[in-house]
């Protein structure tokens, strides 16, 4: 309950925030866990893509958590002997928004203060990257 009132707080301080794009929540037919926030930006807004933006987070102490990759970058695949290099090459929307748009927020159980300093520091980072 702790990690959904995060991600709500999230999704309406972003909401009207040029540049990120908010996830989904919970809906009639879908129920998160919400482990992690999709945290989403559109880089043909920003000078700079999520990976500007992470490099910015960082500098501000705060954590992403790049969860989710496409399959084929996971180490095993070329362990096994797959050519990732070319399955990359054959799914440039994958690699579009592994590289080029998004990263994870973790939902832990940040006081109010915390995740407050987190949204308004990205909110900040991204509107400096519009103007800059």
Do not use: W
């Amino acid at each position: 309950a702790k990690r959904k009132k995060a991600a709500e707080y999230l999704n309406r301080r972003f909401k009207n925030v040029p540049g990120i794009v908010t996830p989904p929540l919970d809906s009639a037919t879908i129920t998160s866990t919400h482990h992690l926030y999709l945290f989403q930006v559109d880089p043909s807004q920003l000078k700079g893509d999520i990976q500007k933006v992470k490099e910015r987070m960082e500098q501000k102490g705060i954590t992403q958590i790049p969860h989710f990759a496409p399959l084929y970058r996971f180490s095993i695949m070329k362990q096994l002997g797959y050519d990732t290099k070319a399955i990359a090459a054959t799914c440039p929307n994958a690699e579009h928004a592994f590289l080029h748009t998004f990263t994870h927020l973790p939902l832990y159980d940040f006081s109010q203060e915390d995740i407050e300093y987190m949204a308004e520091s990205i909110v900040g980072i991204v509107s400096d990257m519009r103007r800059t």
